[in-house]
């Protein structure tokens, strides 16, 4: 077996493109898996078949950079689940999980919020700003918040009263502006 690709953002997402060897290929009525084992964590995917020796899956999201253990499971009535084949695969932090950490790190701090000023001179191409836009929600359901994080940063208050928004995701689009 061998994974396409090899690596895939903390938050997951993308597709990864499974290339059976001429071993691994079995009969047509068996269902293939991916179990994604990491350090605390396990992950197991369903696949779809895309020819006789090509699956495809989207890689899940991920607690931590590491390099886990992707184990390649099949399935068939009446039979116990076997191990196909195993490979290595890398989770890894990119732009957007490093962009989603500065905004939750920065909320409620306009000052900061500024860099999105540079972002509008120097940034991507726009059809590139909203493949970021969503790359950076999605990291961001990924990134451990304590509790009481919220959009608007530590202070809440305003004329007395408490305004306690809901845990969101943000957006840089909605930041631009």
């Not at 350090?39 to 006789?52: G, M, N, P, Y």
């Not at 184990?71 to 290595?88: I, N, R, Y």
């Not at 909203?130 to 809440?156: I, M, Y």
Request: a negative charge; charged letters at 20%; aromatic letters at 8%.
């Amino acid at each position: 077996m061998k994974l396409n690709p090899q690596q895939a953002p903390l938050y997951g997402d993308c597709v990864v493109t499974v290339l059976l060897a001429e071993e691994d290929k079995v009969e047509d009525d068996v269902v293939f898996y991916l179990v994604f084992s990491g350090s605390t964590l396990h992950h197991c995917t369903s696949t779809r078949k895309v020819s006789a020796d090509t699956l495809e899956t989207i890689a899940p999201g991920h607690d931590c950079c590491e390099t886990v253990r992707v184990q390649l499971c099949a399935s068939k009535d009446g039979l116990p689940v076997f191990v196909v084949a195993e490979q290595d695969f890398r989770f890894v932090q990119d732009e957007a999980y490093d962009a989603a950490q500065f905004l939750a790190a920065s909320a409620g701090n306009q000052q900061a919020l500024n860099f999105t000023r540079f972002l509008d001179r120097s940034g991507p191409p726009s059809g590139d700003v909203n493949s970021l836009d969503e790359k950076v929600a999605l990291a961001f359901r990924h990134l451990k918040l304590p509790a009481e994080w919220n959009v608007l940063g530590t202070d809440q208050t305003s004329h007395g009263k408490n305004l306690n928004p809901p845990r969101t995701q943000t957006h840089l689009g909605r930041l631009r502006s």
